[in-house]
Structures are given as structure tokens and as C-alpha cells.
């Protein structure tokens, strides 16, 4: 089937803006401490990328598309940076190269001496760099780590001290043994002689002694294999009510998981509050001992957007790109493009060419994240001022694509413009994406956001009576009373979601006896 010219044409468009496209998609996607990264990265491998001094008196208009050309009256209108970028391959780009060359010839003849960094510019990025690292915290401890520096202190035999390492280091992330033993222990050898199942016997008898040892380290009750026996590890026998907590843990576990105190009672002989007071000793224990160790640093938040209350009453965003060096394509290449061009070195040309037509997409592409970041950023606030007013209770439903349409944008637009994206507010700091939610219709058809239904749930849930606490129908009533329209499945979904127990749990057997 043949085109029509229209139809090529068409065609040969796309495929010309999808590169540009898709650049700028990547840039716009990056948090702000990957974007750095990124453009230290791209000045590595392009030599006509390099960042602007704005010291030497150079006139920015000609090196790049300016910061100040975001309009302050029409914050929803898109900049001359961020209109849809286009190249004009069919004409190789001679319009700009053109313009490049004529920059190139005012171009002062020390360039390259005053372009070379000063000692003074070599020892402050010294100083800088010796700074950042220094500020890298040091990696916590791991729990590997410090139970097996404990295992130094042992006097025990070899062979026990190598299968208590490979115990060790079996460990999950909270301190269990959740590998059999069968698994630890070092596979059977061809050349025993017929004697594989006596040391097979042998090795499981040594890993059992080994895993002694393991679980008489610190933090009480790592190694342990299963709930109940870390539990029970962790119980002393100088501890008060030692065996009446003993038999808790052991027979009567799956019963104080589920609330069911008369039937402890029933079995064990214990009143109900005897029983409260043993579970309350037990809720000291801990039934991730090794949790508080970590093995990955968390990284810290660097918002992208502030947002600040303006003198008129309004929230107002604040990129923060301070950090972002101002980048602009480098002079001397310039004047290596016009010497190739005078000379007619087309392979010279060419290559420059090519390097400087990918360094301008780059600085463009800057130019389009940052106007659309705030201007999406910005018709956030303005939709979400509730909510920084009177706190998260008052977050109001939000789509994005009712942002989309609001900026002008498409809505995958405000999808990688919010992705891994945060905010500082005066309420604290909160990943973009946070202001988006769903909701549902009040009784007098108001939407609802359901960050605000899971609040009202959970104070509901507070106060209500201990001795008859609600159950889910009645839950479902008491927000109907507070004007909130839920089914019974969304209640209990987030009941469990927010991890509230069911009624039965929640029930104070104490005050219901009373």
C-alpha cells in the first residue's frame, strides 16, 4: 500500500521528534539527585557540554534557553523552553549551527587560557568533594556482623564454631532461622564409604549444638525457628510469673493472638485480669529481634519543590535547582566548528556537530523538566490548599488527570513529572504522588478523599466502647452518621489495611466481666 505524501510526511515526522521525545520523557522522570548525576554523566562523555560561569560576563541569552522566561502572569502556560521540541534534520540544524558560527567569531582569543580552571577552582572542588564524603554516614552494623563478633568470645570447638557461622549468616532480615537444618549442614560426599547416613546423623547433631550456642547471643531470641520459640527464648527464669508466661507462649499463643481470654482462662485456671497482666509482660518481648539492625542504609529526601506562603496569602513553588549547574555549549568547540567549516574537514564538522546538536537537547530538555515540574507542582498546591491549611484530614480527592488538564498536558506527563518527586510543605515533607487520591460521595454529595474515611475509621475505632466494640456493619453505621456513604468490604479492606483488629479482638474482656 502506498502513502500519500501527506502520510510520509507525517510519518517522517514522528520518527524525528521520537528521539528528543523520549530524552526529554527520561529527564522529566528524575528526581533531582539522579539529575545531577545524569548531567555529570553527560558532560563526561559530550566535550561541548560545559557549565556556565556566570562570573565572566558572558551573555546567557546566546548560550542557552534562559530561567526567566517562565511566565509569572500565565504560570500554566508553557514556556518557549517547554513548547514540544523539534529538530530540523531535513535541514541539518543550519539555521542554529549557523548562529554558532557567528558566536564563534567573537570569541576572545585567550578563550582557552581563561577556560582552564584556577588553583583556587581545583582546591575549592578538592575541599568540596572531601566534604561530601565525609558526610557519608558510616554503614550500620549488620546483625551477621555483631552475632559474629560474639562468637569470638567462645571457647568452643572448631567444628561447632564454623556451623554456628553458617548458622549465622542463614539469618533472615528479622533474626529467624528459616532454613531446616537439614538444609545448613554441608552436603553428603561420594567417599564415605557407605557411611552417609551416620554422618549425616552426626552433622544435624552438631548444627543443633551450634544453633545453641546461636540462640544464647544477643539480641535474646535470635535463631530462633518459629514465633513461640523466640518467645520463649527471650523469657528468664528470674523474671516474675516466669512459668505462668511460659504456658502462655507455649500452649495458649494462637489464643491471645485471637483475643480469646475466657477460653484461657477456662483452660488454665487464670482470672481475666491475670491473664492481662501476663500479656502485658509479654508485649515487652520482641518478636523481630533482629530488626534493629540494619544492613542497608536508607536514603535520605532531597525535595524537588518547596512550597512557601506568599506575602498575598497564596502557596507558592520554589524549584529547588540550585545545584543544577547552568550548562552551555563550550565556546572553543564553536571555534573548532568554524575552523572545520572553513577548512571543509566535513568528518570534524560533522562529529562537533552531532555533539553540539546532542548538548542542546540536553539543556533543553533541563529547561522543559523544570517549567513542567512546577507548573505541575504548582496546580497541585493550588488544588490541595486545604490541606496544607488545616492538615492531611482535609486532602482532598485528586486525579491526574484533572492536573493534566488544568497544565495543558498529557496525563503520562503528570505521571513522570510526580514520579519520585517530594515536596517540602509546612506540614513536612511528602512524596508528590501523595496528593493524588481517590474518594467517594458523601451523604450530601460531597466527595470524600479516602485518606479522609481512613482517619474518621480510625477515631471512630478509638472511641468507641472497649467492652462492645463496634463491628464492621456497625462501623459502616457510624460513618453513614458522619455523613460518610462506604460498603461494608471497604471497611473491613481498610480495617485490616490500617491494621485494626477485628471486634473480637479489640474486645476488653476485663471491662466486659465488670
Not at 191 to 213: H, P, S, T
Request: net charge negative; with cysteine; glycine share 4%.
Amino acid at each position: 500500500m502506498r502513502l500519500s505524501l501527506g502520510q510520509q510526511m507525517q510519518l517522517a515526522q514522528k520518527q524525528v521528534l521520537a528521539p528528543r521525545m523520549i530524552q526529554s520523557m527520561e529527564i522529566l522522570q528524575l528526581p533531582i539527585m539522579a539529575l545531577q548525576e545524569r548531567i555529570e554523566q553527560e558532560m563526561e562523555d559530550n566535550p561541548t557540554l560545559e557549565q556556565a560561569d556566570l562570573s565572566d560576563g558572558v551573555d546567557m541569552d546566546d548560550e542557552k534557553v534562559g530561567l526567566d522566561d517562565f511566565d509569572v502572569e500565565n504560570p500554566n502556560a508553557p514556556s518557549e523552553s517547554e513548547k514540544e521540541l523539534v529538530v530540523d534534520e531535513a535541514h541539518n540544524n543550519e539555521d542554529d549551527f549557523e548562529r554558532l558560527l557567528n558566536m564563534a567569531d567573537n570569541m576572545p582569543d585567550d578563550y582557552e587560557e581563561r577556560s582552564r580552571p584556577s588553583r583556587d577552582q581545583i582546591e575549592s572542588e578538592g575541599d568540596r568533594q572531601h566534604d561530601a564524603m565525609a558526610n557519608i554516614s558510616a554503614r550500620p552494623e549488620s546483625l551477621a556482623d555483631y552475632l559474629h563478633h560474639q562468637l569470638s568470645w567462645f571457647e568452643i570447638e572448631p567444628d561447632v564454631r564454623q556451623m554456628a557461622e553458617r548458622i549465622v549468616y542463614s539469618l533472615d532480615s528479622n533474626g529467624y532461622l528459616k532454613t531446616p537444618l537439614s538444609e545448613i549442614i554441608p552436603p553428603i560426599t561420594s567417599d564415605l564409604n557407605g557411611n552417609a547416613e551416620q554422618f549425616r546423623a552426626e552433622q544435624l547433631a552438631l548444627a543443633e549444638k551450634a544453633l545453641g550456642v546461636v540462640q544464647s547471643l544477643d539480641p535474646p531470641g535470635v535463631g530462633a525457628r518459629s514465633l513461640r520459640e523466640c518467645l520463649l527464648l527471650q523469657l528468664s527464669p528470674k523474671m516474675p510469673h516466669y512459668e505462668e508466661l511460659r504456658t502462655l507462649i507455649a500452649d495458649h499463643l494462637e489464643d491471645l493472638e485471637n483475643n480469646r481470654l475466657p477460653l484461657i482462662s477456662k483452660k488454665t485456671g487464670f482470672t481475666i485480669e491475670f491473664i492481662n497482666q501476663l500479656w502485658a509482660e509479654l508485649r515487652k518481648l520482641k518478636p523481630k529481634p533482629g530488626a534493629d539492625y540494619g544492613d542497608v542504609n536508607v536514603p535520605s529526601v532531597t525535595p524537588d519543590v518547596f512550597v512557601e506562603l506568599g506575602e498575598d496569602g497564596k502557596y507558592h513553588v520554589r524549584l529547588e535547582d540550585s545545584q543544577i549547574p547552568s550548562l552551555s555549549i563550550s565556546p572553543y568547540h564553536r571555534k573548532l566548528l568554524q575552523q572545520a567549516a572553513v577548512s571543509k574537514d566535513v568528518e570534524t564538522r560533522e562529529y562537533i556537530k552531532k555533539k553540539i546538536n546532542a548538548a542542546q537537547w540536553l539543556i533543553d530538555a533541563i529547561e522543559q523538566r523544570r517549567g513542567t515540574i512546577s507548573r505541575v507542582s504548582q496546580a497541585i498546591v493550588d488544588h490541595q490548599t486545604r490541606f496544607l491549611d488545616e492538615g492531611p484530614e482535609f486532602i482532598e480527592p485528586l486525579k491526574m488527570q484533572q492536573i493534566a488538564d488544568k497544565v495543558g498536558v498529557h496525563v503520562t506527563t503528570v505521571s513522570r513529572a510526580v514520579d519520585d518527586k517530594w515536596i517540602q510543605t509546612p506540614r513536612g515533607i511528602f512524596p508528590l504522588k501523595r496528593f493524588f487520591v481517590g474518594g467517594t460521595t458523601s451523604a450530601d454529595g460531597e466527595e470524600v478523599a479516602w485518606d479522609r474515611v481512613r482517619l474518621k475509621l480510625q477515631e471512630i475505632v478509638d472511641g468507641e466502647d472497649k467492652s462492645k466494640p463496634l463491628s464492621d456493619d456497625a462501623l459502616v453505621a457510624a460513618l453513614a452518621d458522619a455523613g460518610i456513604t462506604v460498603a461494608r468490604r471497604t471497611v473491613t479492606k481498610y480495617r485490616k489495611a490500617m491494621n485494626i483488629p477485628s471486634s473480637r479482638q479489640r474486645r476488653d474482656w476485663a471491662t466486659a466481666e465488670g
